[in-house]
């Protein structure tokens, strides 16, 4: 009886170790995953679902918008451009992975969005960049985007600002992207 009194305690000990290491774990630390808004906020306009759209606090000239933008509509939305009040110059951004297993962030050409297909924008692959800003962004400033699509009609949407310190990277000018100083996320990280 002893022998199984001493296996239940230990066994009990274990569980509150392995729970307690779990709950410090990198992935559970709210400052380096982003955490997601209210009912994961959506918005709708013009044939488009915007799902917990949300742009990277920060007190640099660059930052990165990151959400879902599903096409409910019956039509192809193509993409023209992007801009924001806040920003000087604004570009989708694509992330590449090299040969040596390192990522590298890029403008691309606007997309397009077939009917019932999404757009996924997250840290670490494609997003909407903001740069030349021309004010702070403080975790919950609510920052206006203008998408611009074929056609000449401009849809806009609300990405609200939230605390993300998953990217450590900086970008300089010689690295040939005119992202000097740029820290918003895993953008140009070596996936070793």
Request: net charge negative; proline share 5%; aromatic share 6%.
């Amino acid at each position: 009886m002893r022998t199984f009194r001493t296996f239940i305690a230990a066994a009990a000990g274990l569980s509150l170790a392995v729970a307690g290491l779990t709950g410090c774990a990198a992935g559970n630390d709210p400052k380096s995953t982003p955490q997601p808004t209210e009912n994961m906020a959506v918005q709708t306009q013009q044939g488009l679902e915007f799902t917990d759209m949300w742009i990277k606090a920060t007190e640099k000239d660059m930052t990165g918008v990151f959400g879902t933008i599903k096409n409910t509509g019956d039509k192809e939305i193509k993409f023209t451009g992007v801009k924001a009040e806040i920003a000087g110059m604004s570009e989708f951004h694509e992330t590449i992975i090299q040969s040596d297993g390192s990522s590298m962030m890029q403008a691309m050409t606007p997309p397009a969005i077939k009917p019932g297909e999404s757009l996924v924008y997250k840290p670490g692959d494609d997003h909407i960049m903001l740069m030349k800003l021309n004010d702070k962004v403080l975790p919950g400033d609510e920052v206006k985007i203008t998408l611009e699509v074929e056609g000449g009609e401009n849809i806009e949407f609300t990405a609200t600002a939230r605390e993300y310190t998953g990217g450590k990277e900086t970008y300089s000018p010689e690295d040939g992207t005119g992202h000097g100083g740029m820290d918003h996320g895993n953008m140009a990280t070596d996936k070793n």
